[in-house]
């Protein structure tokens, strides 16, 4: 980590509203060109809000943690276990104005010491097939496995690649 009074730590559900302020401010600028501002919408809520976010870490197995500097949260990730020692990562996202700056990297270093820590070998994650994000992935040492076209409901669907890693 760039900052030395940054620390990663484990979400609880008062970052919840920090949370959704990054996705808020990432999301309308990452996902413009790739899909509308109502599917945007849509899926933030759908996947944001403090019921879908106590879900994903209650029910579904989710680890969601915060990339944190005393100013407050700029960046999380979140990973489960999909099958035994293959992991997830469902989230990955920085305020726009602090990207370039290692948290993003320092979110999934994290990620991957956790992982493997629990005996996970593999990490997979799926992009969107136009985010220029699979790029930084690339660069972190994922390969694209395959792809995936998801319908989400509401007559929108998802078309991303599946990228690995081995760790």
């Not at 999301?27 to 933030?44: D, G």
């Not at 403090?50 to 949260?73: A, F, N, R």
């Not at 270093?109 to 997979?124: F, H, P, Q, S, Y």
Request: aromatic share 10%; proline share 1%.
């Amino acid at each position: 980590m760039n900052n030395k009074s940054a620390i990663i730590r484990t979400a609880y559900a008062a970052d919840f509203p920090a949370i959704r302020e990054v996705v808020y401010e990432v999301w309308p600028i990452a996902y413009r060109e790739m899909i509308s501002q109502e599917q945007i919408r849509y899926m933030l809520e759908m996947m944001y809000s403090d019921e879908s976010l106590t879900k994903q870490i209650e029910e579904e197995g989710c680890s969601l943690i915060v990339y944190e500097v005393s100013s407050g949260i700029l960046g999380f990730a979140s990973y489960s276990a999909i099958e035994h020692k293959h992991y997830k990562l469902h989230k990955l996202y920085v305020f726009t104005t602090s990207h370039g700056k290692g948290i993003g990297k320092a979110l999934l270093d994290e990620v991957k010491n956790r992982v493997a820590a629990l005996g996970g070998i593999v990490i997979e994650l799926q992009v969107n097939k136009k985010n220029a994000a699979q790029h930084f992935y690339l660069k972190q040492g994922f390969t694209i496995d395959r792809e995936l076209v998801l319908d989400i409901g509401n007559g929108f669907v998802m078309d991303d690649f599946v990228m690995k890693l081995l760790i």
